[in-house]
C-alpha cells in the first residue's frame, strides 16, 4: 500500500516561512502528479500547487510568487517552501499524489495532514 507522509508546518507569525515535506513509500511504479492541498475551517479543500513527473509547476493565485513546490530528484519526496505567509494560510496541509501502483493501474493517494498556522 502507498503511503504518503507529512512533516513540517507549525505555528509562524505573519510574513514569516516554513517548509513542508511529503514522503511517498510502498509499490510505485511511476507517479503522475504530486501535490499539496489545504483545508482551512468551514472551508472546502482547496488546490494549492501541482508537480506533474514532467516538472510543470501550477500554483493558485492566492499563493503565486510565495509558495514554491519542487521534489527531489529521485522523484518519491516532495516539498513546498511557503515564504511571506499570511494569516488567511492558515489551514490543514494535505499531500496528493496520483501513483501507478501497478504497471497498469493508479489510485489517488492522500497524506494525513499537517496544521499551517500564521499568527497576525
Known amino acids: 500500500q502507498v503511503q504518503l507522509v507529512e512533516s513540517g508546518g507549525g505555528l509562524v507569525q505573519a510574513g514569516g516561512s516554513l517548509g513542508l515535506s511529503c514522503a511517498a513509500s510502498?509499490?510505485?511504479?511511476?507517479?503522475?502528479?504530486m501535490g499539496w492541498y489545504r483545508q482551512a475551517p468551514e472551508n472546502q479543500r482547496e488546490l494549492v500547487a501541482t508537480?506533474?513527473?514532467?516538472?510543470?509547476?501550477n500554483y493558485a493565485d492566492s499563493v503565486k510568487g510565495r509558495f514554491t513546490i519542487s521534489r527531489d530528484n529521485g522523484g518519491k519526496a516532495m516539498y513546498l517552501q511557503m515564504n511571506s505567509l499570511k494569516p488567511e494560510d492558515t489551514a490543514v496541509y494535505y499531500c496528493n499524489a496520483r501513483i501507478y501502483d501497478t504497471p497498469t493501474t493508479w489510485d489517488e493517494y492522500w497524506g494525513q495532514g499537517t496544521q499551517v498556522t500564521v499568527s497576525s
Open positions: 510502498g509499490p510505485i511504479f511511476r507517479i503522475i502528479v
Open positions: 508537480l506533474t513527473g514532467g516538472a510543470i509547476a
